[in-house]
């Protein structure tokens, strides 16, 4: 498979985007956090696909003004009445609010009610919610069953654990090319069960990279995973010189629905990669858009953040509020298609390409050039055009007559 200058199409991505379909499928059941086993073993299976050097940062750990929290893993949680579960975190991992403290009580429907979550325009579905830097607890599910709970006493249990000696975990897969200068492909490996955002970047950047690495190409790639806002925050603290001196990046994540190849521009605007990605999506698909920055986002916002300012744009299809289905139970396999997942693959595909073709040549001679045709120096055929042209024109000759003349 050659990505550097042949699969520049989404017809040419179809093949893989099955591949890409069946790793979504074999991570969409983890449940991941900002730290965590799921994040362990959401990394152990893209490593299957290709090599990668793990991290592990651990919990308070300075990283600029923030901190690495706490390492949060969960064994089981659920609500029971008459000792039958009608909440279950098995059943569906969005059931649990992620980074809920420990529970273990029987209260009433009255004071459980302020930690249930619901999403009243779309009764069926269940939310996702976290509170990663606020100590609190909490269960989701469908309006339809948090209206129909009857009032009485309910057994509550969530057993997790928040551990202060634990870590942060992230990796990176390093592509060498045939220069050092580095291109960093950046997605966020923190969500749980939701299928576009972002089983879809993982599983395009891991058979990205795979492809990748069958190549040589000009510059070196650098392919990092990490939780999404504090774990780019963490790999950008621990290699800032490194960042500094990036050519370029791009962030990849919610890939699969059914929107238009969106391209963020980076802080700056106008760099290479902005007009690179601009160029590439409205080339691939007729309602693609280009969008401005704005500190609202994924893992851009550090990137692009004013005291690195890097050139990284980023690609998405639908981000955000943008499909209803966001941050939802929604979000599942049925949302993600193969040709979404190939389109962008083939964007990616045409974004480094350019990337990695564009080069300014330097000229290293510092004498003036050589003797040109005929024994004369190029500056003095033109002269010496220019004027037997002049006079061919007074003595009404053709301009041929005049090239004849000066050869």
């Known amino acids: 498979m050659s990505v550097l200058g042949s699969k520049q199409t989404a017809e040419a991505w179809l093949g893989d985007a099955g591949r890409m379909l069946a790793l979504m499928r074999e991570l969409y059941p983890i449940c991941r956090s900002i730290t965590g086993q799921g994040v362990r073993d959401t990394l152990a299976i893209v490593g ?30 659920y609500i029971a009445r008459n000792g039958e579960r009608i909440v279950d975190f098995k059943r569906h991992n969005l059931h649990l609010v992620s980074y809920s403290t420990p529970v273990r009580a029987t209260m009433t429907l009255e004071e459980l009610r302020p930690h249930l979550h619901s ?10 919610r976290t509170s990663y830097y606020r100590r609190n607890w909490g269960f989701c599910l469908p309006h339809r069953q948090l209206m129909a709970l009857v009032p009485g006493e309910y057994e509550v249990v969530i057993d997790s654990t928040l551990n202060d000696s634990g870590s942060l975990t992230y990796a990176e897969c390093v592509v060498p090319g045939e220069s050092a200068e580095e291109v960093l492909l950046s997605t966020h490996i923190c969500h749980p069960s939701l299928a576009n955002d972002n089983c879809a970047g993982i599983a395009l950047m891991t058979l990205f990279a795979q492809a990748l690495r069958q190549e040589r190409p000009r510059l070196t790639y650098r392919f990092l995973f990490t939780p ?36 963020k521009r980076s802080r700056r605007g106008d760099t290479e990669i902005d007009r690179i990605g601009t160029e590439v999506v409205h080339g691939l698909e007729r309602t693609s858009r280009v969008l ?51 389109g962008a693959a083939a964007a990616v ?46 003595l009404g000759l053709t301009r041929n007559t005049a090239r004849r003349l000066v050869h």
């Not at 004013?306 to 599942?332: C, I, K, M, Q, W």
Request: proline content about 7%; hydrophobic content about 35%; glycine content about 8%.
């Open 48 to 77: 299957r696909h290709i090599p990668l050097e793990i991290s592990e940062v651990p919990s308070g750990t300075p990283v600029f003004d923030w901190e690495v929290p706490a390492e949060w893993n969960v064994r089981e949680a």
């Open 228 to 263: 999404g806002t504090i774990g780019s925050i963490t790999w950008l603290s621990r290699n800032t010189e490194r960042a500094r001196a990036l050519r370029a990046g791009l962030v990849v994540g919610l890939v699969g629905n059914s929107g238009p190849l969106s391209f």
């Open 119 to 128: 999403l009243p325009d779309h009764p069926e579905w269940i939310p996702y």
């Open 292 to 342: 401005a920055f704005s500190p609202y986002g994924y893992d851009e916002r550090q990137y692009c953040s004013p005291g690195f300012d890097l050139a990284v744009g980023r690609l998405t299809r639908y981000a955000n509020d943008e499909y209803p289905e966001y941050h939802s139970s929604a979000d599942n396999m049925d949302l993600v298609s193969a040709g979404s997942l190939a």
């Open 349 to 394: 595909a045409g974004i480094l390409t350019r990337v990695d073709d564009n080069r300014t040549h330097r000229h290293f001679l510092r004498a003036c050039r050589g003797i040109g045709k005929r024994q004369r120096r190029p500056h003095e055929m033109n002269m010496r055009h220019r004027e037997v042209q002049g006079c061919c024109s007074v």
